[in-house]
């Protein structure tokens, strides 16, 4: 599609700049030296590469500015003129070549200068071949690129703490997380989506103290979550009121690292409770994960990360406790307490080594809130003073907060916690009633599958529409509208070109035999034809809202397109064309919410 179209217009363009222009400029170069000739001309050469135009061709914002456009200010520099001079040569002097088979075979039918730019427009048979041709022959993995093949990615998502319930904070580690993940797939690499669970440190001693003094008194048996949950805020209420039982906590943990049996067992019981009730909720955001590491996986290989640390002269003792020094750029990274515990820097360490050694991690990324920043900035310049160059390729894809209008702050601890479960079954409610109003004809069972599919879809979408390292507010009224910038309005356009399909009676053939009447079928086309670098780039930004964004300005393209324009019932040879755009738009549509895990119903 674009991509493929720009490499190809790259290989054209290399070939004319490396020939007709620079051999109308060696004209100019008379009174240069044979050996500033040659520089200048070795100079040019380098920058008219296939690869080197490839990264600087881009599309310009308006269609009326052509579908691609080349900067030549790298020409004009080494050259020393000016770029709209450089600009007004090279279109001449490629004007004079658009009727040539090669230019014909490209598609490309017009070329303008624009200040230091070349403009370029190709023939609507040209793009549609490309559009049309990538939608037969790629199907599902439309957009598809090879450029990680052979490469492995591990992430870490999700990643909830055992014995809390999941609340709408985890949403975002969560569902960006897995974008994250999909996304890296489109683009070749083999992707392992690492659950590093929250299942040891001294809360476990807390709470196996709390479950052996007051368990009996709670339904473990029918209701084991909320009975662990309750527990929990309960030790926290009494350790108010009597301190002395924060020691007793540490004291059942610290047992529980000797390896007392009895506290295993109970400590097991709770990670175990804990990843059924996490499964739902990861089912109904189709999430999912490929191993299960918690912390508690990497207890044996802590003392082999110290052994390395001292070895290498990097553990110092700083109040009894283990650190390395980072030097003025950040505080020491605390390895060991003084009283004998590890922390979450000691067992990162060891994860990151794992992954890299035993999971054969290519990048190795870690999708955590923003104020865990300095905390990986730690643990990963450890592991480059460690020598380990592989340190380059560990990412932390830092997202910002939730924030409500209330300004509520959440505390697990106090109880005081959105639950992301209820903010889900709320979005769903509210869903249910406004498809039961606009589709009173459906089943019940149609009406749950459609408001699960919009109300989960919708709250997922406001989450991945904004850039992640920003904070998010939650707003009912803006993530559950059917119109603007929200995930139900993007499922609507999706309905629309179903329903359009159901009514034509047939598969659209992928035809490019009419020239477009339009300008809105061209602009449609334009947009749809960006797909596949649209991956490429919410890919290397980690940024699935770059994705989230295209889809609402495909949405707003194609309703200009829909408004503007008579589909059905038009002669023949238009019917068919338009409902050719109507298939492709239904189908970037369906692909990028899959991408971003959101379900694409038939109706609504």
Same mark, same amino acid.
Request: contains cysteine.
């Given at each position: 599609?674009?991509?493929?179209?720009?490499?190809? &217009?790259?290989?054209?363009?290399?070939?004319?700049?490396?020939?007709?222009?620079?051999?109308?400029?060696?004209?100019?170069?008379?009174?240069?030296?044979?050996?500033?000739?040659?520089?200048?001309?070795?100079?040019?050469?380098?920058?008219?590469?296939?690869?080197?135009?490839?990264?600087?061709?881009?599309?310009?914002?308006?269609?009326?500015?052509?579908?691609?456009?080349?900067?030549?200010?790298?020409?004009?520099?080494?050259?020393?003129?000016?770029?709209?001079?450089?600009?007004?040569?090279? =279109?001449?002097?490629?004007?004079?070549?658009?009727?040539?088979?090669?230019?014909?075979?490209?598609?490309?039918?017009?070329?303008?200068?624009?200040?230091?730019?070349?403009?370029?427009?190709?023939?609507?048979?040209?793009?549609?071949?490309?559009?049309?041709?990538?939608?037969?022959?790629?199907?599902?993995?439309?957009?598809?690129?090879?450029?990680?093949?052979?490469?492995?990615?591990?992430?870490?998502?999700?990643?909830?703490?055992?014995?809390?319930?999941?609340?709408?904070?985890?949403?975002?580690?969560?569902?960006?997380?897995?974008?994250?993940?999909?996304?890296?797939?489109?683009?070749?690499?083999?992707?392992?989506?690492?659950?590093?669970?929250?299942?040891?440190?001294?809360?476990?001693?807390?709470?196996?103290?709390?479950?052996?003094?007051?368990?009996?008194?709670?339904?473990?048996?029918?209701?084991?979550?909320?009975?662990?949950?309750?527990?929990?805020?309960?030790?926290?209420?009494?350790?108010?009121?009597?301190?002395?039982?924060?020691?007793?906590?540490?004291?059942?943990?610290? @047992?529980?690292?000797?390896?007392?049996?009895?506290?295993?067992?109970?400590?097991?019981?709770?990670?175990?409770?804990?990843?059924?009730?996490?499964?739902?909720?990861?089912?109904?955001?189709?999430?999912?994960?490929?191993?299960? !590491?918690?912390?508690?996986?990497?207890?044996?290989?802590?003392?082999?990360?110290?052994?390395?640390?001292?070895?290498?002269?990097?553990?110092?003792?700083?109040?009894?406790?283990?650190?390395?020094?980072?030097?003025?750029?950040?505080?020491?990274?605390?390895?060991?307490?003084?009283?004998?515990?590890?922390?979450?820097?000691?067992?990162?360490?060891?994860?990151?080594?794992?992954?890299?050694?035993?999971?054969?991690?290519?990048?190795?990324?870690?999708?955590?809130?923003?104020?865990?920043?300095?905390?990986?900035?730690?643990?990963?310049?450890?592991?480059?003073?460690?020598?380990?160059?592989?340190?380059?390729?560990?990412?932390?894809?830092?997202?910002?907060?939730?924030?409500?209008?209330?300004?509520?702050?959440?505390? &697990?601890?106090?109880?005081?916690?959105?639950?992301?479960?209820?903010?889900?079954?709320?979005?769903?409610?509210?869903?249910?009633?406004?498809?039961?109003?606009?589709?009173?004809?459906?089943?019940?069972?149609?009406?749950?599958?459609?408001?699960?599919?919009?109300?989960?879809?919708?709250?997922?979408?406001?989450?991945?529409?904004?850039?992640?390292?920003? @904070?998010?507010?939650?707003?009912?009224?803006?993530?559950?509208?059917?119109?603007?910038?929200?995930?139900?309005?993007?499922?609507?356009?999706?309905?629309?070109?179903?329903?359009?399909?159901?009514?034509?009676?047939?598969?659209?053939?992928? &035809?490019?035999?009419?020239?477009?009447?339009?300008?809105?079928?061209?602009?449609?086309?334009?947009?749809?034809?960006?797909?596949?670098?649209?991956?490429?780039?919410?890919?290397?930004?980690?940024?699935?809202?770059?994705? =989230?964004?295209?889809?609402?300005?495909?949405?707003?393209?194609?309703?200009?397109?829909?408004?503007?324009?008579?589909?059905?019932?038009?002669?023949?040879?238009?019917?068919?064309?338009?409902?050719?755009?109507? !298939?492709?738009?239904?189908?970037?549509?369906?692909?990028?919410?899959?991408?971003?895990?959101?379900?694409?119903?038939?109706?609504?």
């Amino acid at each position: 599609m674009f991509k493929q179209l720009r490499q190809e &217009t790259s290989l054209y363009l290399s070939d004319f700049m490396s020939h007709s222009v620079l051999n109308e400029l060696r004209k100019s170069w008379t009174m240069e030296s044979p050996e500033k000739q040659a520089s200048l001309a070795e100079q040019f050469l380098v920058a008219s590469s296939a690869d080197a135009l490839d990264r600087v061709l881009e599309k310009p914002k308006k269609l009326e500015h052509g579908h691609l456009a080349l900067p030549l200010f790298p020409f004009a520099k080494v050259l020393r003129m000016g770029p709209p001079q450089l600009a007004a040569l090279a =279109a001449g002097l490629l004007k004079a070549k658009l009727q040539e088979a090669q230019a014909e075979k490209l598609g490309l039918i017009g070329v303008e200068p624009a200040g230091g730019f070349l403009n370029l427009t190709f023939s609507d048979r040209a793009l549609q071949q490309r559009l049309f041709g990538a939608l037969v022959n790629e199907g599902e993995r439309l957009g598809y690129s090879t450029r990680g093949q052979g490469k492995r990615i591990v992430i870490d998502y999700s990643s909830p703490n055992v014995a809390k319930p999941m609340h709408v904070g985890h949403l975002r580690a969560t569902v960006i997380g897995q974008a994250i993940r999909n996304i890296a797939e489109t683009q070749g690499y083999e992707v392992i989506g690492l659950n590093h669970l929250g299942d040891w440190g001294v809360q476990f001693g807390k709470l196996a103290w709390a479950y052996k003094e007051w368990g009996s008194q709670y339904d473990f048996k029918n209701k084991p979550f909320q009975s662990l949950f309750e527990i929990y805020v309960r030790f926290h209420e009494e350790a108010e009121k009597s301190p002395e039982l924060e020691a007793k906590g540490s004291m059942v943990f610290k @047992n529980l690292e000797d390896g007392d049996t009895a506290i295993a067992e109970i400590w097991k019981m709770f990670v175990d409770i804990s990843l059924v009730e996490y499964q739902r909720l990861w089912d109904l955001l189709g999430v999912k994960h490929d191993l299960v !590491r918690g912390e508690s996986f990497y207890n044996s290989r802590l003392k082999v990360v110290e052994e390395m640390l001292e070895k290498k002269g990097l553990l110092e003792q700083s109040q009894g406790a283990s650190v390395v020094n980072l030097g003025e750029e950040m505080p020491p990274c605390l390895i060991r307490k003084s009283d004998g515990a590890s922390l979450y820097a000691t067992r990162d360490l060891a994860s990151a080594i794992y992954r890299k050694e035993d999971l054969k991690a290519d990048l190795n990324l870690y999708v955590v809130g923003v104020d865990q920043s300095l905390h990986f900035k730690q643990v990963f310049k450890v592991l480059e003073k460690c020598g380990f160059e592989w340190a380059k390729d560990c990412h932390h894809i830092a997202f910002g907060m939730y924030r409500f209008k209330e300004g509520m702050k959440m505390s &697990t601890r106090k109880g005081q916690v959105v639950f992301l479960e209820d903010v889900l079954n709320q979005a769903i409610e509210r869903t249910a009633e406004v498809v039961a109003e606009k589709n009173p004809n459906l089943s019940a069972v149609e009406r749950a599958s459609i408001a699960r599919d919009v109300g989960v879809g919708a709250v997922a979408f406001n989450d991945l529409l904004f850039d992640r390292v920003k @904070n998010v507010e939650f707003d009912w009224d803006r993530i559950l509208s059917f119109e603007g910038d929200s995930g139900p309005y993007v499922q609507y356009m999706y309905v629309r070109c179903a329903s359009l399909i159901r009514k034509y009676g047939k598969e659209p053939k992928m &035809t490019t035999d009419r020239t477009l009447s339009a300008p809105e079928e061209r602009e449609l086309v334009r947009v749809l034809m960006a797909y596949d670098d649209i991956l490429e780039t919410a890919f290397d930004g980690f940024k699935p809202n770059v994705l =989230a964004q295209y889809l609402l300005e495909v949405c707003a393209v194609f309703s200009r397109f829909y408004h503007n324009n008579r589909i059905l019932g038009e002669e023949a040879s238009v019917e068919e064309s338009r409902m050719a755009l109507v !298939r492709a738009t239904k189908e970037i549509l369906h692909q990028g919410l899959k991408h971003l895990s959101i379900r694409t119903p038939e109706f609504m």
